[in-house]
Every structure is written in structure tokens, then in C-alpha cells.
């Protein structure tokens, strides 16, 4: 067993849910932050995969993770998630990270009102059932911080992208009036990360019909370096925006 943590990192000791943990992000994430000694409690609708993830956890971090599949797009299921995690710390989280998200990459003709419904419902609703869900657990110790993984298509539209974007334009939107709700009359802090394209699995999905340079995209680790960049700020500091791009510029 390959167990490596930092017990200095200012994250060690801090209880995490993720969610969309099975993705190329989501997984990255819940690697390196078991490697800072968080603690953690993973989400995502495939089970078998969750517990593949958990395998890799405690053989690299020598920690055993927390598992709940879940739909976030069903407001119960995201109610669970978060009472669940609450029971299984003893506490409300530290952190919340929802790297879950689906794709649909194609022209506005094409699409169809099934795409429509399924970004919308798991993007943009699934978001803000988790993020209620997760304030009503943190409100009450006045403390806790939000992390969406949005996209840079949460800021910039791009062809051939309208129900995407408008799914994560909407978060951007949700976002910017979380924090400006929560920050002050909870000291709970929410930030959004705009990721260029991350070279994951998300690109091996038919749904997503554009033609990348995968080799020149930032990797999954890239991602999760941002996350625990943005996570591992000062007490006294919020970071509400993070955007990291490719040098390509490549969305």
C-alpha cells in the first residue's frame, strides 16, 4: 500500500462531499484531496466506479472513503446526499465540490427536447438542490465553502452549444446570487471554477459532437489542482471566480 498524505495541507482533517466523483474531475479531485488528509464522501450515479474510486483512494492515501450513489437531479436524492454525509462526519461538511455535470454538443436543430431537459436537470437544478441542501447543513455552524465546477461555458458561449450554455450560464447566474446571499449572513463561501477543455471521458460521449485537440487540453489533474488552489485559500480570503484555460486557448 502506497499510503501518502500531507498532514501539514491546510485541508487535512476537513470533511468533503464530492459529487460527480466517478468523472475524469471528480475523480482527480477526490485523489488529491485525500492526498492533503481530507476526509471524504463520495457521490455519483454509477456504484460500481464509485467503488473502483475508493480502491485507488485508500491504496494512494491509505484513507477509506464514504460512498452514496446518487441522482442530483432528483431534489430528494440531493437532500439524502447531504444528511447522509452529516451522518457519516458527525457533523455538516467542510466542503462541497460538485464536479456532476452531463454534455450535449450539438446544433440547435439536433438537439432534441430530451437534451434540453437532461442539461437542464442535472446541470442548473441538480446544482442548486445540492447547494440548498448544503447550506441549510452549514448555516447553523456559520461555516462551510461551495465549489461548482461550471466550465468556461458558464462565460463564454460557443457554437453549437445553446442548451449547454445555457445550462451553465443559469449556474453562473445562480452562483453569483448564492454568494452575495450567503457569504455574509452565513460566512459560507461559493465559488465557481471555469475549466477550458479538460481532456476526460466527457469527450468520448456521442452527445458531444465537436471535433478537440485532446493532447493539448489541461488534464484532469490540472482540474483538480485548481480545485484544491481554490479550496486551500485563507480563512480570510474568497475566491468567487477561478478561470484556468489551456495555453491554446482551446475551449
Same mark, same amino acid.
Given at each position: ?16 462531499? %464530492? ?6 474531475? $471528480? ?8 492526498? &492533503? ?20 483512494? +485508500?491504496?494512494?492515501?491509505?484513507? *477509506? ?11 430528494? =436524492?440531493?437532500?439524502? /446526499? %447531504? ?7 458527525? *457533523?455538516?461538511?467542510?466542503? !462541497? ?7 450535449? %454538443?450539438?446544433? @440547435? +436543430?439536433? /438537439? ?7 442539461? @437542464? ?27 461548482? !465546477?461550471?466550465? %468556461? ?11 449547454? &450554455? #445555457? ?20 460566512? @459560507?463561501?461559493?465559488? $465557481?471554477?471555469?475549466?477550458?477543455? !479538460? ?26 489542482? #485548481? !480545485? ?12 468567487? +471566480? ?7 486557448? =482551446?475551449?
Amino acid at each position: 500500500m502506497n499510503q501518502s498524505t500531507d498532514a501539514g495541507s491546510p485541508l487535512s482533517g476537513k470533511t468533503v462531499v %464530492i459529487t460527480g466523483a466517478t468523472g475524469g474531475i $471528480g475523480s482527480a479531485t477526490a485523489l488529491q484531496l485525500a492526498q &492533503c488528509g481530507a476526509r471524504l464522501f463520495l457521490s455519483g450515479r454509477n456504484e460500481s466506479r464509485l467503488h473502483a474510486l475508493a480502491a485507488q483512494i +485508500e491504496y494512494a492515501a491509505g484513507t *477509506e472513503p464514504t460512498l452514496v450513489a446518487a441522482d442530483l437531479s432528483d431534489p430528494e =436524492q440531493a437532500a439524502r /446526499l %447531504i444528511d447522509a454525509a452529516q451522518a457519516a462526519f458527525g *457533523e455538516s461538511p467542510d466542503i !462541497v465540490v460538485n464536479a456532476a455535470g452531463v454534455g450535449a %454538443i450539438r446544433s @440547435i +436543430e439536433a /438537439l432534441t427536447p430530451g437534451d434540453f431537459q437532461t442539461l @437542464i436537470a442535472t446541470n442548473l437544478l441538480g446544482a442548486m438542490y445540492l447547494s440548498q441542501a448544503a447550506v441549510r447543513a452549514m448555516a447553523p455552524k456559520k461555516s462551510g465553502h461551495l465549489l461548482h !465546477v461550471v466550465g %468556461i461555458l458558464g462565460k463564454a458561449p460557443m457554437a453549437n452549444a445553446t442548451a449547454y &450554455c #445555457a445550462s451553465k450560464y443559469g449556474l453562473t447566474g445562480f452562483l453569483s446570487a448564492l454568494r452575495a446571499e450567503v457569504s455574509r449572513r452565513h460566512n @459560507i463561501k461559493v465559488t $465557481g471554477l471555469y475549466l477550458g477543455g !479538460v481532456d476526460t471521458p466527457f469527450y468520448d460521449n456521442p452527445a458531444i459532437e465537436m471535433k478537440v485537440q485532446r493532447d493539448k487540453m489541461l488534464s484532469a489533474d490540472d482540474a483538480a489542482n #485548481a !480545485v484544491v488552489y481554490a479550496l486551500s485559500q485563507p480563512a480570510h480570503l474568497v475566491l468567487g +471566480e477561478l478561470t484556468l484555460q489551456p495555453d491554446s486557448h =482551446q475551449l
